[in-house]
């Protein structure tokens, strides 16, 4: 079993920086791939990145590559989400997800066992 938790989500204008965090907490010898989701108004939750337990690999949907970056921390089941140049089609809530490190990168909800609840992001335009 693993608990998840974010944060860093807010308010921001049009073209600004956001960055979110995630601390996944399991066992001490577990190490988690971990990916970013999120769900805008009225629409599904989405795949936005993933990354590999080790962080030698990362995935990125296209509405994001070149603006989001994600990366791991010093503690090994921290990730980031580094958003520059947000729009408001970026509002959403953003939730982070985690499942054990040997199985590799989810690039679907369906692949992700553990889940935050969940921080809004907001950018007005």
């Known amino acids: 079993q693993a608990q998840v938790e974010e944060s860093g989500g807010g308010l921001v204008q049009a073209g600004g920086s956001l960055r979110l965090s995630c601390t996944a907490s399991?066992?001490?010898?577990?190490?988690?791939?971990m990916g970013w989701f999120r769900q805008g108004p009225g629409k599904a939750r989405e795949f936005v990145s993933a990354?590999?337990?080790?962080?030698?690999?990362?995935r990125y949907a296209d509405s994001v590559k070149g603006r989001f970056t994600i990366f791991r921390g010093n503690d090994k089941n921290t990730v980031y989400l580094q958003m520059n140049g947000l729009k408001p089609d970026d509002t959403a809530v953003y939730y982070c997800?985690?499942?054990?490190?040997?199985?590799?990168?989810?690039?679907?909800?369906?692949?992700?066992?553990?889940w935050g609840q969940g921080t809004q992001v907001t950018v007005s335009s």
């Open positions: 399991g066992p001490t010898s577990e190490s988690y791939a």
């Open positions: 990354i590999t337990w080790d962080g030698i690999a990362t």
């Open positions: 997800a985690a499942r054990s490190g040997f199985l590799g990168m989810g690039l679907s909800d369906r692949d992700y066992v553990y």
